[in-house]
C-alpha cells in the first residue's frame, strides 16, 4: 500500500537529519586538498564523496533495511524497485573541490516513479530542506537541524523571473528555452539546491538540457513539487524516475515554482519522454508578461 502523509513527513524528518550528518563529513573535507579521482564518465570522485556515502548508508540500512539504495557512487547499477532510495552522497562535486559553498547531500525515496519523501542539506550554507508530505527547511546548528519551518513558492516578481543557471554546464538548448521567458535576474548556483531555493521562494526557474542524472534531481524535485512547484519534461508531465535501463538518466527538464509557465517552455524533444502518463504538471496557461 502507498506510505500515508504521517509516514512519509516521519521518513523526511528521519533523512534530513541523515543528510545533515553526512554534510558534517564534507565539512571536513571542504577548503583543503581533498583527494580525488576522474570516473570513465569524466566526472571527479572524492574521498569526500566516498566518506558521506557510507554514513548514510549506514543509517539508512539500519532504519530501513529491506530498501535497496541506489547511489551514484557505488551502487548506480542496481535495478531499483517498487520502494528504493535514491542517493547522491555529494552533489556538486567539482565546486566543491574548487572551494565553493553550494554543494549537496541529497537522499529521496521512490514509491513507484514518483518521490514520496527527500532530504537535501546544504551543508556549505548551513541550511537543509525535507520533503514528505509537506515541504520544510531548516537552519543546520552543530550538524543538527534546527526548528523546521514550512515553505511555499511565490508568485513571479513584477520585474521578472530569477533564474537559476549551472556555473559549469552552460548549453545552447538551455540558452533558448530561457530567451524566450521575461527573465529578469540570473543567479549562478549548483547542486539541487536550485531546486530548494526556489521551493522557499527566492527563485522561480531553472532549466537543464544537459545531462543530468536521476540521483541529482529526485530529491530536490520532490521538496520542490511539495511546496506547490513542479519539474517537468519536454511533454509537460512530471519527471519520473527509476529509468534502468538507460543508466537512470534524465532528459531535459524545467524546474518551475509557478507551475502556470509550463505552456512558456520550449525544451528540447529527444524521444520517448520520460514523464509519467498519470499526471501531467498542473495549470498550463499562459501567464501575463
Request: hydrophobic share 35%.
Amino acid at each position: 500500500m502507498p506510505l500515508d502523509p504521517r509516514m512519509r513527513d516521519s521518513i523526511a524528518t528521519t533523512l534530513t537529519d541523515i543528510a545533515c550528518e553526512a554534510g558534517e563529513i564534507l565539512r571536513r573535507h571542504h577548503g583543503g586538498d581533498c583527494a580525488h579521482v576522474i570516473k570513465p564518465d569524466g566526472t571527479p570522485s572524492s574521498v569526500a564523496d566516498i566518506a558521506s556515502e557510507k554514513l548514510i548508508f549506514d543509517a539508512l540500512r539500519q532504519r530501513y533495511p529491506t530498501i535497496p539504495i541506489v547511489s551514484e557512487e557505488s551502487t548506480h547499477d542496481l535495478p531499483p524497485a517498487e520502494l528504493f532510495f535514491l542517493v547522491d552522497p555529494l552533489d556538486g562535486t567539482r565546486d566543491f573541490l574548487a572551494g565553493n559553498p553550494d554543494y549537496s547531500v541529497n537522499i529521496c525515496l521512490i514509491e513507484g516513479n514518483r518521490p514520496v519523501a527527500s532530504a537535501v542539506a546544504g551543508p556549505g550554507i548551513g541550511r537543509v530542506w525535507g520533503a514528505g508530505a509537506t515541504a520544510f527547511e531548516a537552519v543546520i546548528h552543530r550538524g543538527r537541524p534546527t526548528t523546521r519551518n514550512a515553505i511555499r513558492v511565490r508568485k513571479v516578481p513584477e520585474d521578472g523571473l530569477v533564474a537559476l543557471v549551472s556555473r559549469r554546464h552552460g548549453d545552447t538548448e538551455t540558452e533558448a528555452c530561457l530567451a524566450g521567458l521575461p527573465i529578469g535576474q540570473r543567479r549562478g548556483v549548483a547542486s539541487a539546491l536550485k531546486f530548494c531555493l526556489i521551493a522557499s521562494g527566492e527563485a522561480d526557474i531553472y532549466v537543464r538540457c544537459g545531462p543530468t542524472m536521476e540521483w541529482d534531481t529526485a530529491a530536490g524535485d520532490h521538496v520542490l513539487t511539495t511546496a506547490g512547484g513542479c519539474v517537468i519534461v519536454p511533454s509537460g508531465r512530471e519527471i519520473t524516475y527509476g529509468h534502468y535501463g538507460i543508466f537512470y538518466r534524465n532528459g531535459p527538464f524545467a524546474a518551475l515554482g509557478d507551475p502556470s509557465y509550463t505552456g512558456r517552455l520550449g525544451l528540447p524533444d529527444r524521444g520517448p519522454s520520460l514523464g509519467t502518463a498519470r499526471q501531467a504538471c498542473p495549470a498550463q496557461t499562459t501567464p501575463p508578461v
